[in-house]
Protein backbone atom coordinates (compact mmCIF):
# COMPACT_ATOMS: atom_id res chain seq x y z
CA UNK A 1 0.00 0.00 0.00
CA UNK A 2 2.80 2.32 0.66
CA UNK A 3 4.75 1.46 -2.66
CA UNK A 4 1.10 2.12 -3.84
CA UNK A 5 0.90 5.56 -2.39
CA UNK A 6 4.28 6.20 -3.56
CA UNK A 7 3.91 5.64 -6.86
CA UNK A 8 0.62 7.50 -7.26
CA UNK A 9 2.69 10.50 -5.64
CA UNK A 10 5.18 10.36 -8.10
CA UNK A 11 2.95 9.50 -11.13
CA UNK A 12 1.00 12.84 -10.01
CA UNK A 13 4.49 14.85 -9.87
CA UNK A 14 5.28 13.39 -13.32
CA UNK A 15 2.11 14.20 -14.84
CA UNK A 16 2.05 18.00 -13.19
CA UNK A 17 5.71 18.65 -14.63
CA UNK A 18 5.25 17.44 -17.89
CA UNK A 19 1.99 19.50 -18.17
CA UNK A 20 4.13 23.10 -16.93
CA UNK A 21 6.81 21.95 -19.39
CA UNK A 22 4.14 21.88 -21.87
CA UNK A 23 2.82 25.23 -21.02
CA UNK A 24 6.20 26.39 -20.84
CA UNK A 25 7.14 25.21 -24.14
CA UNK A 26 4.33 27.15 -25.72
CA UNK A 27 5.08 29.89 -23.95
CA UNK A 28 8.45 29.72 -25.50
CA UNK A 29 7.49 29.42 -29.00
CA UNK A 30 5.19 32.52 -28.68
CA UNK A 31 8.11 34.59 -27.64
CA UNK A 32 9.76 33.43 -29.92
CA UNK A 33 7.95 33.47 -33.07
CA UNK A 34 5.60 36.59 -31.97
CA UNK A 35 6.60 38.80 -29.65
CA UNK A 36 10.52 38.93 -30.16
CA UNK A 37 9.95 39.78 -33.80
CA UNK A 38 7.28 42.31 -33.09
CA UNK A 39 9.55 43.46 -30.58
CA UNK A 40 12.33 44.02 -33.07
CA UNK A 41 10.38 45.39 -35.71
CA UNK A 42 8.93 48.09 -33.55
CA UNK A 43 12.91 48.90 -31.66
CA UNK A 44 13.94 49.15 -35.75
CA UNK A 45 11.20 51.75 -36.59
CA UNK A 46 12.57 53.27 -33.14
CA UNK A 47 16.19 53.45 -34.21
CA UNK A 48 15.06 54.30 -37.71
CA UNK A 49 13.15 57.29 -36.79
CA UNK A 50 15.54 58.67 -34.22
CA UNK A 51 18.31 58.51 -36.81
CA UNK A 52 16.05 60.80 -39.05
CA UNK A 53 15.28 63.08 -36.13
CA UNK A 54 18.98 63.65 -35.73
CA UNK A 55 19.56 63.94 -39.18
CA UNK A 56 16.81 66.99 -39.07
CA UNK A 57 18.54 68.37 -35.95
CA UNK A 58 21.85 68.10 -37.06
CA UNK A 59 20.36 70.14 -40.94
CA UNK A 60 18.66 72.59 -38.34
CA UNK A 61 21.87 73.55 -36.69
CA UNK A 62 24.11 74.02 -39.47
CA UNK A 63 21.04 76.46 -41.20
CA UNK A 64 20.66 77.81 -37.92
CA UNK A 65 24.91 78.38 -37.55
CA UNK A 66 24.71 79.73 -41.37
CA UNK A 67 22.34 82.10 -40.84
CA UNK A 68 23.86 83.50 -37.80
CA UNK A 69 27.23 83.40 -39.52
CA UNK A 70 25.65 85.82 -42.84
CA UNK A 71 24.18 88.22 -40.08
CA UNK A 72 27.61 88.96 -38.51
CA UNK A 73 29.16 89.96 -41.53
Do not use: K, M, N
Amino acid sequence: VEAGARYAAARTALERVDVELAATSRRLRALERRWIPAHEQALAALVLALDETEREDAVRVRWFAERQAHRGQ
